[in-house]
């Protein structure tokens, strides 16, 4: 780790803030981010980047993501969002794992994978929980099966075995296993948003 600003609590507070700050214009939002990133790089320049502690005593003195975001709304005269339930955010992460398992659903399996998928990235993309670059991963990553699952069926199909129900059933989970990385994803940068809130609210 060379830079503090890799260090895993500085990347979770920053996403944080950008989440929080959502509603500023973006060359807004960028500005008031490098200020922060060169505000806990000078503040950590005679520190080990690894050092936790100093991390933390640094992020504490920046205040929650929240308060930074809800003082630069203020600023700009913009009203402050209501944060997301975490119940909502659980429901979009399980939607986001639920096509796997849909899968084993006699017949219809794919069709309510699909749409469990689909449910998931619509959710993702209206969530406040996730960045607008997280929300363009995960939504093609769920929509991703409704391209995939045809080409790895027609994969198995040109194979001398042709497509069998084993193969069909091989195909649709190749197809659906970018559901999985985005679910993975999503679920990291959720737990990692939460970590630095609830650590940074208590400055």
Do not use: Y
Request: charge should be positive; hydrophobic fraction near 50%; aromatic fraction near 2%.
């Amino acid at each position: 780790m060379n830079s503090p600003i890799e260090h895993p609590l500085v990347r979770a507070h920053l996403d944080a803030v950008t989440r929080f700050t959502a509603p500023l214009a973006e060359e807004r939002r960028r500005e008031l981010l490098a200020d922060l990133r060169e505000h806990i790089e000078v503040s950590l320049a005679d520190h080990d980047p690894a050092d936790e502690t100093a991390v933390r005593r640094v992020l504490e003195q920046l205040g929650s993501p929240r308060r930074i975001a809800d003082a630069a709304l203020a600023e700009d005269g913009l009203p402050l969002p209501e944060p997301e339930g975490s119940r909502r955010t659980n429901v979009t992460l399980l939607l986001a794992v639920l096509p796997f398992p849909l899968l084993l659903v006699p017949a219809i399996g794919p069709v309510l994978a699909l749409a469990a998928a689909v449910a998931a990235a619509v959710r993702v993309t209206k969530s406040r929980v996730w960045s607008r670059r997280q929300k363009k991963q995960a939504a093609l990553l769920l929509l991703a099966p409704a391209l995939a699952t045809p080409l790895a069926a027609a994969a198995f199909a040109a194979s001398p075995s042709g497509l069998t129900p084993v193969n069909l059933l091989a195909a649709c989970a190749l197809g659906f296993s970018p559901v999985l990385v985005a679910a993975a994803l999503l679920f990291r940068s959720a737990a990692r948003l939460r970590s630095a809130t609830t650590t940074a609210t208590t400055a």
